[in-house]
């Protein structure tokens, strides 16, 4: 019977220990996998499809090259990037919307150098700086163009000629947008004086040059150099930092000695403001890969831009040194 008693303490003893070991390694346990889910969590993402605003109407320059980045950023991201069309009030409308989505990494949307325009005219409250830069990724170069009729060969000919005869020179533009920026940065570069006509569009102030109802204006490859080609228009500069490949006897800017003069349209990816910046880095890893895909390029290249990626901190810089410059010459755009 003590022998009994015995035993029956001893297992009884030992089923304690067990049982308490046991609670231990559960627990242990638990923290444990709730430390890789947690982990899993973030290396998961994004698990679903990511939605991507554009602000613009279906068919137009912005939309061909979004269209062009979420069928090749499906493939490097792992989701879809369904594209949603929220055209409006230049652009702004749509990005109103992206302003108050849940800044969750599952809605992003596209921004360019006509937001800040929009801004510094009183247009929208809204600016860059509202949103979470992810990635610029296409670069359109913007070329000011004349008609072929016009005595300027050169960008040197027609400084001098504005500079000299101040509000002669007709210039097209979309009021209050980035051409009008454009157009204004040469102005003041020069130290000229142009007259603007107000256009709604790229194509409609090309056409009216081409018609002869303007003297120069802001234009693009996609816009103009059919136009070149067929001898109706002159490239006479381009703003990109080095000769553009389809148009090699155009000087830049920067080589005729206006540093400054960076005409570009940059189209941008950002989220809401609040967005993690972990989200945020690992969209621009997955966009930077993309940007090196042949593929991509060349799709890219066929819609009339170029490749220029730049990341989140990049990104900023940039959106912060342009909105200076447009808020420093918002003066010539209110007139």
């Known amino acids: 019977m003590?022998?009994?008693?015995?035993?029956?303490a001893t297992t009884g003893r030992f089923g304690r220990l067990l049982t308490a070991a046991s609670a231990i390694v559960s627990l242990a346990a638990g923290l444990t996998a709730g430390g890789f889910a947690q982990t899993a969590q973030a290396d998961d993402y994004p698990d679903h499809a990511i939605e991507f605003i554009v602000p613009w109407s279906p068919g137009g320059g912005s939309d061909t090259l979004m269209r062009i980045i979420s069928n090749a950023a499906e493939k490097h991201i792992g989701q879809p990037l369904p594209v949603i069309?929220?055209?409006?009030?230049?652009?702004?409308?749509?990005?109103?919307?992206?302003?108050?989505?849940?800044?969750?990494?599952?809605?992003?949307?596209?921004?360019?150098?006509?937001?800040?325009?929009?801004?510094?005219?009183?247009?929208?409250?809204?600016?860059?700086?509202?949103?979470?830069?992810?990635?610029?990724?296409?670069?359109?170069?913007?070329?000011?163009?004349?008609n072929a009729d016009s005595d300027w060969q050169t960008f040197e000919e027609f400084a001098e000629y504005a500079k000299a005869h101040p509000g002669e020179i007709?210039?097209?533009?979309?009021?209050?947008?980035?051409?009008?920026?454009?157009?204004?940065?040469?102005?003041?570069?020069i130290g000229a004086k142009f007259r603007y006509v107000g256009y709604e569009g790229t194509g409609a102030r090309i056409r009216g040059l081409v018609g002869g109802h303007v003297d120069a204006a802001i234009g693009d490859i996609s816009s103009s150099l059919e136009f070149?080609?067929?001898?109706?228009?002159?490239?006479?500069?381009?703003?990109?930092?080095?000769?553009?490949?389809?148009?090699?006897?155009?000087p830049t800017f920067k080589e005729l000695g206006y540093d400054n003069l960076?005409?570009?349209?940059?189209?941008?990816?950002?989220?809401?403001?609040?967005?993690?910046?972990?989200?945020?880095?690992?969209?621009?890893?997955?966009?930077?890969?993309?940007?090196?895909?042949?593929?991509?390029?060349?799709?890219?290249?066929?819609?009339?831009?170029q490749v220029e990626f730049m990341?989140?901190?990049?990104?900023?810089?940039?959106?912060?040194?342009?909105?200076?410059?447009?808020?420093?010459?918002?003066?010539?755009l209110a007139r």
């Open 2 to 8: 003590r022998n009994h008693n015995l035993a029956k």
């Open 85 to 146: 069309n929220m055209p409006g009030v230049s652009g702004t409308l749509g990005l109103k919307e992206l302003a108050r989505r849940d800044p969750d990494g599952y809605t992003i949307g596209q921004i360019h150098e006509g937001l800040m325009a929009a801004n510094a005219t009183g247009l929208t409250q809204l600016n860059w700086d509202d949103f979470q830069p992810i990635a610029s990724l296409a670069s359109s170069p913007q070329y000011l163009v004349v």
């Open 170 to 189: 007709r210039v097209g533009a979309t009021l209050g947008g980035i051409p009008h920026v454009h157009a204004a940065m040469i102005e003041d570069a």
């Open 228 to 250: 070149v080609k067929n001898g109706d228009l002159r490239f006479l500069a381009v703003g990109s930092n080095a000769r553009v490949d389809a148009t090699p006897d155009v």
């Open 262 to 305: 960076k005409l570009s349209v940059n189209r941008g990816i950002v989220a809401p403001k609040g967005t993690d910046a972990d989200k945020v880095q690992t969209l621009a890893d997955d966009f930077e890969a993309m940007s090196q895909d042949p593929d991509f390029i060349e799709k890219t290249r066929r819609a009339g831009a």
């Open 311 to 332: 990341g989140p901190q990049d990104y900023t810089d940039y959106l912060s040194e342009v909105d200076a410059t447009i808020k420093r010459l918002s003066g010539k």
